[in-house]
């Protein structure tokens, strides 16, 4: 019968409200919970035990979620939010082995209770105020956990944290007082701890992203919830009313409260952007977002990887990728619906931070104190930008960033030197990546970095492209920003500010296929130089230089081969180990590959005395010539070669074999 349901017998008044809270604990099962969620539709009752239910009913996911909604709904707001934000805090500080752990050790301790009270034994006292004796209860009071439960699997941090957003979209409307900011921030501050674990989880964005949308309000339609593998029903149905706050305050707010929670909202989008695109993974075939690439196959067909299908379709066509682009547009939405202008992620990236740790600390006090996160204020401009020029969403302007993008490389990526550069989180380096092939994209960006005034900006922006270029994880990456280095080193007006950087490149750097690259960059500055126009392998013209630049320029005399020498045709017998050669194959190959084509273009060679170049560098090395020295190199480290030695090694040894064979037979 009903009425023997310890549940029901215990009801207030027939026992005081802490005890029932304790006969629930003892009670509480996956059955029961139907029966609790009638019980809680008494809102006096809720407001008295609904804050410490929360934990007893966080385990019990999903089958628990109506009555953590009532709890949110009829509990008393302030006392609910603050368990909320509690058990926000613990997800964040505990991971799935520690809450299993924490559930086993409660197992034991209920398993211990139950044995002593089988004996006859009963808890040290029974609760206070009971007009039930403990005794009259106890006896057909069930553990917590039955064999059901101890069998089950207890629901994942993801739909831990989906209840606890869900039930503070409900709470913090609930709250009226003159200050809810101060509710708010501190939930704010818990929940990202939380959500950061679970970044890489598309379910836990969605949480969030659901949460964010109900303080924004029915702007636009919401999207359809995805598939979730736990099973959570998520609220998507108008939930019955709301109990009032029991202390409620009804003045209306001041407008600094009202902007100070306006703040505290957009503050957390970005953090939210910003964790989000910090857990994409570094996967090759399409890294993070891919919008560099994807640019570039936009508005540069002819500089896409030969053979490697568009970016535009995989994004298109994968399933999960295309969900990453839904994602940051939703997240884009939700900046216009919180009033966050794209002026405002502009100021945030390039205006320097004045909070100090001190404030960071603190609970605001007005919205000129809380930061926006500048990391995420990045992603979210570059989607702004990336929707403009992919998807045909309305243009952004993008000129107040320009004038200081090297400022944004510096305070993103730190010191060029750093032995670091290049082991950023994936989704930052192909925003900077992007951002630069989109200003580039604009003359007047170009005629900004060529200005006299502007080369210590010019040389570093070159420095911070060209080492990501060689550091860069990615390999899809990595040519993004070669192409990036190129072009922003050719766009320079100056001859000889360009074969100063070459020259560094060559003879400081410690990158051998940075090394590669700056060849490269020889190679394309020669041609353009000595000849009306050049295309590279794709057939895409690459520089085109006016009659008078070609006449005047430093890459059309001897001058510049002739600085140059000394590093492009090194010899390998001054190294030391077959390692240290085997690192210098990619160097080899490209110097090889521009002997070659000075050897091969009619009147180069003579027009950049090529002969005499080679001489100084043969007399200095005393090799008896740099093809032979290359030879030798290799006869003798392949002497000094393991059998069996390694297929890239044997390619490599043959790859130059075959170079050397045919510069000997133009050498004739």
């Given at each position: 019968?009903?009425?023997?349901?310890?549940?029901?017998?215990?009801?207030?008044?027939?026992?005081?409200?802490?005890?029932?809270?304790?006969?629930?604990?003892?009670?509480?099962?996956?059955?029961?919970?139907?029966?609790?969620?009638?019980?809680?539709?008494?809102?006096?009752?809720?407001?008295?035990?609904?804050?410490?239910?929360?934990?007893?009913?966080?385990?019990?996911?999903?089958?628990?979620?109506?009555?953590?909604?009532?709890?949110?709904?009829?509990?008393?707001?302030?006392?609910?939010v603050l368990k909320v934000t509690e058990l926000l805090e613990a997800l964040a500080t505990s991971d799935r082995g520690q809450l299993a752990e924490e559930e086993e050790n409660e197992d034991e301790e209920q398993q211990v209770d139950s044995d002593e009270r089988a004996d006859g034994s009963q808890p040290d006292s029974p609760p206070l105020g009971s007009t039930l004796s403990y005794n009259e209860v106890a006896p057909t009071a069930v553990p917590l956990q039955t064999e059901s439960l101890k069998s089950r699997k207890g629901p994942s941090k993801v739909s831990r944290l989906s209840a606890l957003l869900d039930m503070l979209a409900i709470l913090h409307p609930r709250i009226k007082t003159k200050y809810p900011s101060r509710f708010l921030s501190t939930s704010l501050q818990a929940v990202l701890p939380a959500y950061a674990g679970l970044a890489s989880d598309t379910e836990a964005t969605d949480a969030v992203l659901r949460f964010v949308n109900s303080f924004a309000g029915t702007k636009r339609p919401r999207l359809p919830p995805r598939n979730s593998s736990n099973h959570i029903h998520t609220r998507t149905a108008q939930l019955p009313q709301a109990a009032p706050d029991p202390e409620a305050n009804e003045e209306p707010l001041g407008p600094e409260e009202t902007a100070l929670n306006?703040?505290?909202?957009?503050?957390?989008?970005?953090?939210?952007?910003?964790?989000?695109?910090?857990?994409?993974?570094?996967?090759?075939?399409?890294?993070?977002?891919?919008?560099?690439?994807?640019?570039?196959?936009?508005?540069?067909?002819?500089?896409?990887?030969?053979?490697?299908?568009?970016?535009?379709?995989?994004?298109?066509?994968?399933?999960?990728?295309?969900?990453?682009?839904?994602?940051?547009?939703?997240?884009?939405?939700?900046?216009?619906?919180?009033?966050?202008?794209?002026?405002?992620?502009?100021?945030?990236?390039?205006?320097?931070?004045?909070?100090?740790?001190?404030?960071?600390?603190?609970?605001?006090?007005?919205?000129?104190?809380?930061?926006?996160?500048r990391p995420g204020c990045l992603y979210l401009l570059c989607a702004s930008y990336a929707s403009a020029v992919l998807f045909n969403a309305p243009s952004v302007q993008p000129e107040p960033v320009k004038p200081i993008f090297t400022n944004v490389l510096s305070d993103f990526l730190g010191d060029p030197s750093s032995s670091t550069l290049g082991s950023e989180p994936i989704s930052l380096i192909d925003s900077l990546l992007f951002l630069g092939h989109y200003f580039l994209e604009d003359k007047g960006f170009k005629s900004f970095l060529a200005s006299p005034e502007n080369e210590p900006s010019f040389t570093k922006t070159l420095q911070y492209f060209s080492i990501l270029s060689a550091n860069t994880p990615s390999a899809?990456?990595?040519?993004?920003?070669?192409?990036?280095?190129?072009?922003?080193?050719?766009?320079?007006?100056?001859?000889?500010?360009?074969?100063?950087?070459?020259?560094?490149?060559?003879?400081?750097?410690?990158?051998?296929?940075?090394?590669?690259?700056?060849?490269?960059?020889?190679?394309?500055?020669?041609?353009?130089?000595?000849?009306?126009?050049?295309?590279?392998?794709?057939?895409?013209?690459?520089?085109?230089?006016?009659?008078?630049?070609?006449?005047?320029?430093?890459?059309?005399?001897?001058?510049?081969?002739?600085?140059?020498?000394?590093?492009?045709?090194?010899?390998?017998?001054?190294?030391?180990?077959?390692?240290?050669?085997?690192?210098?194959?990619?160097?080899?190959?490209?110097?090889?590959?521009?002997?070659?084509?000075?050897?091969?273009?009619?009147?180069?060679?003579?027009?950049?005395?090529?002969?005499?170049?080679?001489?100084?560098?043969?007399?200095?090395?005393?090799?008896?010539?740099?093809?032979?020295?290359?030879?030798?190199?290799?006869?003798?480290?392949?002497?000094?070669?393991?059998?069996?030695?390694?297929?890239?090694?044997?390619?490599?040894?043959?790859?130059?074999?075959?170079?050397?064979?045919?510069?000997?037979?133009?050498?004739?």
């Open positions: 019968m009903a009425d023997d349901n310890p549940l029901l017998r215990a009801l207030p008044p027939a026992v005081d409200y802490l005890s029932y809270l304790t006969i629930l604990e003892y009670n509480l099962t996956l059955e029961q919970l139907p029966l609790l969620h009638d019980i809680l539709q008494d809102p006096t009752l809720t407001a008295n035990i609904g804050w410490d239910l929360v934990h007893l009913l966080l385990p019990l996911l999903p089958e628990s979620q109506k009555c953590l909604q009532d709890v949110a709904r009829l509990g008393n707001p302030r006392e609910v306006a703040r505290l909202l957009q503050s957390f989008l970005t953090f939210v952007a910003e964790g989000y695109m910090s857990a994409l993974p570094v996967d090759d075939s399409a890294p993070a977002l891919s919008w560099s690439l994807r640019l570039l196959e936009h508005v540069r067909p002819g500089k896409t990887i030969p053979g490697r299908r568009a970016m535009r379709l995989v994004f298109e066509e994968d399933e999960t990728l295309h969900s990453r682009d839904s994602t940051i547009g939703q997240m884009l939405a939700l900046t216009k619906d919180l009033n966050l202008p794209i002026e405002g992620l502009r100021s945030a990236i390039t205006e320097p931070d004045t909070l100090t740790d001190e404030d960071s600390t603190n609970l605001p006090a007005s919205a000129s104190e809380v930061p926006l996160s899809a990456l990595r040519y993004a920003a070669h192409l990036l280095t190129s072009k922003i080193l050719h766009a320079h007006p100056n001859d000889h500010l360009r074969l100063s950087f070459i020259k560094d490149t060559l003879e400081h750097c410690p990158y051998e296929n940075l090394k590669a690259s700056a060849v490269g960059w020889l190679k394309d500055e020669i041609l353009a130089a000595n000849s009306p126009a050049h295309s590279n392998a794709t057939g895409e013209p690459c520089l085109e230089r006016d009659t008078d630049e070609r006449n005047s320029s430093v890459f059309a005399t001897p001058t510049c081969i002739g600085i140059l020498a000394p590093h492009l045709f090194i010899s390998p017998l001054t190294m030391s180990s077959k390692d240290e050669f085997q690192a210098h194959e990619s160097f080899f190959l490209a110097a090889l590959n521009l002997y070659y084509l000075l050897l091969c273009k009619e009147g180069l060679k003579e027009k950049l005395d090529l002969k005499r170049a080679m001489g100084e560098v043969v007399e200095c090395e005393g090799s008896g010539g740099w093809l032979e020295s290359i030879e030798k190199g290799m006869r003798q480290f392949q002497d000094e070669g393991d059998e069996g030695e390694g297929e890239d090694m044997v390619r490599g040894m043959n790859l130059l074999e075959g170079v050397i064979a045919m510069c000997r037979e133009k050498e004739r």
